[in-house]
């Protein structure tokens, strides 16, 4: 079935020591999105690629960085990860309707624990 | 002021019980969605709105566009619908805070 798959479900990794997310669609979507989501909170979008431009939230910390090679694939480096940085991260992809509006799919999310 | 405000943050209702979950938004948007996150789950989407009002089941989502509002309503809420209620509009889909939903049987 056509979805968004995240890798790896489960992340554990060191205070410092750098971290790849991955996202995956077999959708064609050419938004992809990623998010923040802390514990009882709202996710927060930290970026979004619309094709190959890439749109960055003023409050994303330097320390998050994305890449998306090519329609299917996008990234999440967090090059020196904090123990606030411990979170689930959510992908989503979307692509406008002859309508203007956005069909929306997520992923079933990363969740990062910072030793 | 957050550009998607919802109301209320936090809802609890008996089983049965009809429940009415709203949007306000300050952007201009060409659709809304409604989602929704189960206790340690993913995120659904449940509705995609551009105008006027869509059902599922027991769920119905309404927006007026000139208003800037949307509500998601729950006929006859039932225990498997306690989830956290999520709005998302713009093209770059901004989350409102979420109204987390417990119904009690």
């Known amino acids: 079935d056509a979805m968004v798959i995240q890798n790896p479900r489960y992340q554990v990794t060191q205070f410092g020591k750098p971290v790849t997310l991955s996202c995956s669609q077999t959708?064609?979507?050419?938004?992809m999105y990623w998010y923040q989501q802390k514990s009882s909170q709202a996710p927060k979008l930290l970026f979004h690629?619309?094709?190959?431009?890439?749109?960055n939230e003023a409050d994303t910390p330097d320390n998050f960085q994305s890449r998306r090679p090519n329609t299917s694939f996008c990234f999440l480096d967090i090059r020196s990860p904090g123990l606030g940085d411990a979170a689930m991260y959510l992908c989503a992809t979307s692509i406008p309707t002859a309508s203007g509006a956005n069909v929306l799919t997520f992923g079933a999310g990363s969740r990062l624990t910072v030793l | 002021k957050n550009e998607v405000e919802q109301s209320p943050q936090n809802l609890t209702a008996q089983e049965g019980e009809f429940i009415t979950i709203n949007c306000s938004y300050s952007?201009?948007?060409?659709?809304l969605h409604w989602l929704q996150q189960h206790p340690g789950g993913g995120i659904v989407s449940l509705f995609m709105l551009s105008s006027g009002k869509k059902k599922h089941g027991r769920l119905i989502a309404t927006i007026n566009i000139q208003e800037k509002h949307s509500s998601l309503h729950i006929t006859a809420s039932h225990p498997r619908d306690s989830a956290v209620y999520i709005c998302?509009?713009?093209?770059?889909?901004?989350f409102g805070a979420g109204t987390r939903l417990t119904v009690k049987p």
């Open positions: 952007v201009g948007i060409s659709a």
């Open positions: 959708l064609n979507h050419n938004v």
């Open positions: 690629y619309y094709d190959k431009d890439f749109n």
């Open positions: 998302a509009v713009g093209g770059d889909m901004r």
